[in-house]
């Protein structure tokens, strides 16, 4: 939000556009390499916690799971912000929109970890149960 007020009130100058297309590439880069390692890592990690017997085992390596996709995907949304904050180019900040938009997708719901952990019966019953202790911390 600073950044876009920055730029829509001159205090942000454009950079010079062949820096533009730099870091665009830049950008670009970083954004198509953290959703594939994210989706790669997380799918990776999902069939090992699947693998464990209890939820109260299966529970904080998927909060670590989750924790490592946001990561990867927090990463290119900061250096698109940044390279707008550089440039001046809005362009970056309409990227960085995108990534949050996607993250918005992501968020974490008890039918979500359902689906992606493939858990039994018994184990829905308490994970949709607000009061069940489904994990140690």
């Given at each position: 939000?600073?950044?876009?007020?920055?730029?829509?009130?001159?205090s942000?100058?454009?950079?010079d556009?062949?820096l533009?297309?730099i870091?665009?590439?830049?950008?670009?880069?970083?954004?198509?390499?953290?959703?594939?390692?994210?989706n790669?890592?997380?799918?990776?990690?999902l069939?090992?916690?699947?693998?464990m017997?209890?939820l109260?085992q299966?529970?904080?390596?998927?909060?670590?799971?989750?924790?490592?996709?946001?990561?990867?995907?927090?990463?290119?949304?900061f250096?698109?912000i940044?390279?707008s904050?550089v440039?001046?180019?809005?362009?970056?900040?309409?990227?960085?929109g995108?990534?949050?938009?996607?993250?918005?997708t992501?968020?974490?719901?008890?039918?979500?970890?359902i689906?992606?952990?493939e858990l039994?019966?018994?184990?829905?019953?308490l994970i949709?149960?607000?009061?069940?202790?489904?994990?140690?911390?």
């Amino acid at each position: 939000g600073i950044t876009l007020v920055l730029i829509l009130s001159g205090s942000i100058s454009p950079a010079d556009p062949e820096l533009d297309n730099i870091f665009l590439v830049v950008v670009a880069v970083f954004v198509a390499g953290g959703f594939t390692a994210s989706n790669m890592l997380f799918k990776k990690k999902l069939k090992e916690i699947k693998e464990m017997k209890t939820l109260l085992q299966k529970m904080p390596f998927y909060r670590g799971a989750l924790i490592l996709r946001y990561a990867l995907i927090e990463g290119p949304a900061f250096l698109a912000i940044t390279m707008s904050f550089v440039t001046g180019n809005l362009l970056f900040l309409a990227i960085a929109g995108l990534i949050i938009a996607y993250f918005l997708t992501l968020k974490p719901t008890p039918a979500r970890a359902i689906k992606e952990l493939e858990l039994s019966y018994n184990d829905q019953q308490l994970i949709e149960n607000p009061k069940a202790l489904i994990a140690d911390v």
